[in-house]
């Protein structure tokens, strides 16, 4: 059974700095693709970051480049969002998410090419 448990949400002041985790289970990241996502009130669920480890690539939306960075630990199958320079903007409940590799590219930021999410963690930025 595959099974992503978020944490580290918080509520931080803008400019802030936090660090998501994703505990990941039943699923490895080798030749599979892995992103983190969120969802703000009222809003789509749009993607924030995407990697496939094994091919080395790596993609950010615009909202958040220069301020995001994604990364993995293979030993401890967890995956990790470092957010820096927080802003109000980035509100949201944040979702990590993985599967095979349906597509490669930017496309790894579409939800749809996910079948594993974990519950989220909320963020809260003030400012």
């Known amino acids: 059974q595959v099974r992503l448990v978020e944490s580290g949400g918080d509520s931080v002041q803008a400019g802030g700095s936090l660090r998501l985790s994703c505990v990941v289970s039943?699923?490895?990241?080798?030749?599979?693709?892995m992103g983190w996502f969120r969802q703000a009130p009222g809003k789509e669920r749009e993607g924030v970051a995407a990697?496939?480890?094994?091919?080395?690539?790596?993609y950010y939306a615009d909202s958040v480049k220069g301020r995001f960075t994604i990364s993995q630990d293979n030993a401890e199958n967890t995956m990790y969002l470092q957010m820096n320079g927080l802003k109000p903007e980035d509100t949201a409940m944040y979702y990590c998410a993985i599967d095979r590799c349906l597509v490669i590219g930017p496309r790894q930021l579409v939800p749809q090419y996910y079948s594993y999410w974990g519950r989220g963690t909320q963020v809260t930025v003030s400012s």
């Open positions: 039943g699923y490895t990241f080798e030749g599979n693709c």
């Open positions: 990697a496939n480890p094994s091919g080395g690539n790596i």
